[in-house]
């Protein structure tokens, strides 16, 4: 089956290996690959097995062959969370995200424009980051940047990451928020993989309730930021905010523009896993601020992203929006109406 419709903007790769480290003393988490069964490698972080991956995080071919399946015609590739590496040192860090950008672009390159990319920018040092993020869209060409919902316990609402963000906004790069080792991971009880399926949504909550309280995107209103997991908790927080600004007058005063109004100039992907979501989502943020996301080509991925948008029943009209028309508003390409 053949579609030519929808438009991912939350889809992973891991390169085939991971270079050398340059220098003398290797931080101790420095990634390598391992061999696995077939068609699989290991991540292999601070000596144990981070993830095993398929060859579909890095052969394009095995990439562009999934995407019809889909119903896909357009797929945005950004690294797997874990190796933006805000925990390294930040040279360390830049070593390896220039080599994550250049496999990105090379991907890009090979797509036959069937695949465009988001890298990464050691934002542990926003300086540096910036130095990155004119590397990755004005030479390479990539769509924007990924960062994650907290760069080493700190909210990307905090005011030393202002920069980066402003220049974001004037390089016309679009940035895509995706949980990142989330707070609260005491609280869980039982196996490992409870951080993705219960933690991730927490923290992409937050992270986007601190661009709203922090007033990030009244300052940068041309910035364009995206949130992974149908932006986590942000939909249940988000009444208690507004009644919140209501209410107080530290956070009347604080926050300038009501948050509800705020949160619906904000993107958000549909990986909810849920009808019913969905609809709410839409209903919360507005029509025009969702845009498919998968998390392929990962175990823990949506699998027909636009059977999952019909199950929702909307409108031609949203059904379009969702499927590619927000998207092309969130990456800078030419709006195409419905036929």
């Given at each position: ?169 004037a390089m016309g790069a679009a940035v895509f928020v995706h949980a990142i080792r989330p707070a609260g991971m005491e609280r869980l009880i039982g196996p490992s993989a409870l951080q993705q399926v219960l933690g991730y949504p927490g923290d992409v909550g937050l992270a986007a309730a601190s661009v709203l309280t922090s007033n990030l995107i009244e300052r940068h209103p041309d910035l364009r930021i995206a949130f992974s997991h149908g932006g986590g908790t ?106």
């Amino acid at each position: 089956m053949t579609c030519h419709c929808g438009i991912d903007t939350h889809a992973h790769v891991v390169p085939e290996n991971f270079p050398r480290y340059i220098g003398i003393d290797a931080p101790s988490d420095w990634p390598s690959m391992a061999p696995a069964h077939a068609c699989h490698r290991s991540v292999m972080i601070a000596g144990k097995v981070y993830r095993t991956v398929s060859d579909k995080c890095w052969d394009a071919g095995r990439r562009l062959d999934d995407l019809a399946t889909m119903g896909l015609d357009l797929q945005v590739i950004s690294p797997m969370p874990e190796l933006l590496s805000y925990w390294m040192k930040p040279r360390d860090a830049q070593q390896l995200l220039h080599f994550l950008n250049d496999q990105i672009a090379a991907m890009v390159a090979a797509s036959s424009g069937r695949l465009a990319g988001f890298g990464a920018v050691p934002l542990q040092d926003p300086e540096l980051a910036i130095r990155a993020l004119e590397y990755a869209v004005q030479t390479l060409g990539l769509s924007g940047v990924e960062v994650g919902s907290n760069i080493n316990g700190r909210p990307i609402g905090a005011p030393e990451f202002e920069p980066f963000f402003a220049a974001c906004e004037a390089m016309g790069a679009a940035v895509f928020v995706h949980a990142i080792r989330p707070a609260g991971m005491e609280r869980l009880i039982g196996p490992s993989a409870l951080q993705q399926v219960l933690g991730y949504p927490g923290d992409v909550g937050l992270a986007a309730a601190s661009v709203l309280t922090s007033n990030l995107i009244e300052r940068h209103p041309d910035l364009r930021i995206a949130f992974s997991h149908g932006g986590g908790t942000l939909a249940m927080l988000l009444p208690r905010l507004q009644q919140g600004w209501g209410v107080f007058q530290a956070l009347k005063e604080g926050i300038t523009t009501a948050p509800r109004e705020q949160a619906r100039r904000l993107f958000y992907d549909t990986l909810v896993f849920d009808a019913p979501t969905l609809r709410h989502l839409v209903s919360v943020f507005g029509e025009t601020q969702l845009m498919i996301g998968t998390d392929y080509p990962f175990n823990f991925h949506e699998r027909q992203p636009v059977a999952a948008i019909d199950a929702a029943g909307f409108d031609s009209a949203t059904r379009h929006r969702l499927l590619r028309g927000n998207a092309q508003r969130f990456l800078h390409l030419p709006v195409q109406e419905p036929a």
